[in-house]
């Protein structure tokens, strides 16, 4: 039986802050991002090749989303993952922006536009999904510091 206590480890209380504190938190290209839902150039990003084990973060609010485990090598210049970390620790919103029929992918804690999901592909992974996501939304945690 799961009890409150149990689902608070597994389960951070939703991050709410002000446009103001977020600007005073991030960079201006954070705070576009994730606050703003923008997009970081391809190729420019700091984990778009990295395959170095640990745990990615939400850079907003530190709710960890993904795992190396699941990263794989997509060749679209953005970090890609085949499922988030757990059920629950992302949210899914129709986007429609740019002229497109996406689903764009946030963070659970704090509402931060991470990037976009996208089906059938044919990459080969075990879901056939490509999470496609922002360096600027991530922080690594290598495997030997978590």
């Known amino acids: 039986m ?3 206590e149990d689902t608070s480890k597994t389960t951070p209380a939703p991050v709410e802050k002000s446009d103001a504190q977020w600007r005073e938190e991030l960079t201006p290209e954070e705070f576009h991002v994730l606050r703003q839902a923008g997009t970081e150039r391809p190729y420019t990003g700091e984990y778009w090749d990295t395959h170095t084990e640990g745990v990615y973060q939400c850079r907003a609010c530190g709710s960890e989303l993904f795992t190396s485990s699941e990263k794989f090598d997509s060749h679209c210049g953005w970090p890609s993952f085949w499922a988030p970390l757990a059920e ?3 949210r899914y919103l129709h986007d ?3 002229g497109m029929d996406r689903v764009e992918v946030r963070c ?3 509402d931060s536009h991470l ?3 996208f089906e059938g592909e044919g990459y080969g992974t075990p879901t056939d999904q490509r999470f496609c996501i922002n360096s600027v939304s991530l922080r690594l945690v290598k495997a030997d510091k978590a």
């Open 2 to 4: 799961s009890t409150p």
């Open 88 to 90: 629950g620790t992302v």
């Open 96 to 98: 429609r922006t740019m």
């Open 108 to 110: 659970a804690t704090c």
């Open 115 to 117: 990037g976009h999901v």
